[in-house]
């Protein structure tokens, strides 16, 4: 079959949900993916045919259905390392390749020589522990999540990305503290996306992510939405070293109370910072 007729498939079947554009690019993606051709090689030959059209056919009814690309890839790309992905992870997001940005520069900014350490909360996928450890050599990290599942395949990205993690699988909100570490380790770093969609933004949310991406990374009960920032900032505030500093991502409605909860923790230097769009999606603070 002549790749450019699926290409007319794809349009007939998918314009009307994504737009002309938006189907161009994911079949573009896809044929590069699956067949290795680019969309200059397919302008320059038309007529190219491919034998096997299953693949390509498979990824259109999973668009059809509204399945996020990188899912139906099963990779995607972070902080220009490569991960694999499965739904038992939320698809990491641009902002938080800003916050892995803020971490790794608030790092070389302090000029510190000693080997650092880092715990990342909420690992999913491991996409910020994966690239701390891949871009501040000195650091030791850890990573922990809940999910099981989601462990398994952070492991699978440390070692493609070959840095060396220490994976802890533990509930945030209920464990002690002694036993998910040491009681004597302290870190130099804590940073976490935790879940932070409060139910009541469902309706705002496009099909794609509700009804693909695991909820478990996603919402917060809308009656206590800092519930995960109150057990790390206090989990922060006693495992945190001397001038140890704490990052999150936040939801961008709700910066002041985060400035509020981490003064209430006696945090300092504390700094809201907007992503690319003018949002306040992160905020970090140190303990002193
Ligand atoms: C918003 S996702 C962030 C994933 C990844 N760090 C990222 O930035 O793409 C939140 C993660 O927290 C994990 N999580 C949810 N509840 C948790 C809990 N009680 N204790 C530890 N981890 C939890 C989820 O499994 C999910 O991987």
Known sequence: MKLKEIQNTFHKALDSVY??????????????????ISRLQLAMAPDFKIENKAAILNALEALKQEQPLQYILGETEFYGLPFKLNKNVLIPRPETEELVEWVINSVASRAVKRSLSVL?????????????AKNLPNAKVCALDVSKKALKLAKQNAELNKVEIEFIE?????????????????????????????????PQMKNNVLNNEPHLALFVNDENPLLFYEAISYFASHKLNLNGMLFFEINEYLGNDMIRLLNKKQFKNIELKQDIFKKDRMIKGELS
């Open 120 to 132: 990342d909360i909420g690992t999913g996928s491991g996409c910020i522990a994966v690239s701390l």
């Open 170 to 202: 533990t509930d945030i909100l209920t464990c002690r503290h002694a036993e998910l570490v040491s009681a004597s380790h302290k870190f130099d770093i804590i940073v976490s996306n935790p879940p932070y969609v409060m139910k009541k933004e469902k």
């Open 19 to 36: 737009g002309k554009e938006e189907v161009d690019s994911f079949f573009f993606i896809l044929i590069d993916f699956y067949y290795k």
